[in-house]
């Protein structure tokens, strides 16, 4: 484990810190280490969805999907360019949400980035309200959300922007697999956003009307995941 890793474990959840310099994108970036959370408490997130599952166990945040919504939020909002890290997998789902054409269950590995809800509200006071609206394709409203999300399924990975919910970039030659350890990097500078697993580029996207405040979050569907550690770095001017 690297030594950037290793300054999270040294540090309280959500406590800025100096960090070595970081790389990304075959680059170094100039960096200081803003947030981390090894997962001993849920004391820096916020979960509104009653059907679904949250809990820490054993250093990992655990997260079972129910109906009805299934986003966990950082209390946190961050702004401007970042760089951020996280280790997570897919756990076995449960029995019957495994169909013919869906035989591994969703297979959903998702996360929210620089989120918030119409005209920069905090989305944690408004996703209920937007949940019971059921618009957008997945009738939870975040068609109406500001911000971006990393899908990765058993079908495809999407890089998708709201409002609208648009698709602005997709693969589906990679592909996530239950119990692998995998590390995810999403990397903000000005307009450009890049999406990474194991250090492959998987989404490279420019942002013609960028968002640049907003939380983070875990999304699931028809899923169990567990994630290790989450890191964001602020980027720095050189």
């Not at 981390?36 to 004391?43: I, S, Y």
């Not at 449960?94 to 996360?111: S, V």
């Not at 975040?142 to 999407?158: A, K, L, P, S």
Request: a negative charge; hydrophobic letters at 35%; aromatic letters at 12%.
């Amino acid at each position: 484990m690297t030594a950037v890793i290793l300054s999270v474990f040294g540090a309280l959840a959500g406590a800025p810190a100096d960090a070595p310099a970081v790389r990304c994108c075959g680059e170094e970036l100039s960096a200081r280490l803003i947030f981390g959370d090894t997962f001993q408490t849920l004391d820096e997130w916020t979960d509104l969805t009653p059907h679904t599952e949250w809990h820490v166990e054993d250093g990992h945040l655990i997260g079972r999907w129910g109906p009805g919504g299934s986003t966990i939020w950082s209390d946190r909002e961050f702004a401007g360019d970042l760089y951020v890290r996280l280790r997570a997998r897919l756990l076995e789902p449960e029995e019957d949400w495994r169909t013919a054409d869906r035989p591994q269950g969703g297979k959903n590995l998702n996360f929210r980035f620089l989120v918030s809800g119409p005209e920069g509200a905090d989305i944690r006071r408004v996703y209920r309200d937007l949940a019971e609206q059921g618009t957008g394709p997945n009738r939870i409203g975040d068609d109406q959300y500001e911000g971006y999300f990393f899908t990765w399924t058993w079908r495809h990975t999407r890089l998708r922007r709201s409002p609208g919910y648009d698709n602005v970039s997709e693969r589906t030659d990679v592909l996530p697999e239950i119990g692998v350890d995998y590390t995810i990097e999403v990397l903000k500078q000005g307009p450009r956003l890049r999406y990474l697993v194991d250090g492959e580029l998987l989404h490279d996207f420019t942002d013609p009307s960028p968002h640049n405040r907003g939380r983070i979050g875990f999304t699931l569907w028809h899923s169990t995941i567990a994630v290790d550690f989450i890191e964001v770095y602020q980027l720095q001017e050189d």
